[in-house]
Nanobody, 121 residues
Framework: QVQLVESGGGLVQAGGSLSVSCAAS????????MGWYRQAPGKQRELVAA???????NYADSVKGRFTISRDHAKNTVYLQMNSLKPEDTAVYYC???????????????WGQGTQVTVSS
């Protein structure tokens, strides 16, 4: 089993900054990507940012230039630095891990429990 332990998040005023982190442990084999999704009330879960094992990053258009994702390979930890936060960034942020697992080395996804980020106007 894979455990994704998220930390960070909280309440901040618009224009402020927050960071969240996610540490993966357990049955970790060959990680493809780690990243963050978010889900606001009444909305679908959406990709915020992801980073591949090679360091390539992908961001939602709505957060480009404001959010930065990074990863510590040795610690299997992914970080999301969120700057210039807006009220519309308010959501539950979920850590996501995609890896290949034996014996068939097919892709397998894991999700964290989520951490609340609230941006007040």
């Amino acid at each position: 089993q894979v455990q994704l332990v998220e930390s960070g998040g909280g309440l901040v005023q618009a224009g402020g900054s927050l960071s969240v982190s996610c540490a993966a442990s357990g049955s970790i084999f060959s990680i493809n990507t780690m990243g963050w999704y978010r889900q606001a009330p009444g909305k679908q879960r959406e990709l915020v940012a992801a980073i591949t094992s090679g360091g390539s990053t992908n961001y939602a258009d709505s957060v480009k230039g404001r959010f930065t994702i990074s990863r510590d390979h040795a610690k299997n930890t992914v970080y999301l630095q969120m700057n210039s936060l807006k009220p519309e960034d308010t959501a539950v942020y979920y850590c996501h891990l995609d890896q290949r697992m034996p014996p068939l080395w097919i892709n397998y996804e894991s999700w964290g429990q989520g951490t609340q980020v609230t941006v007040s106007s």
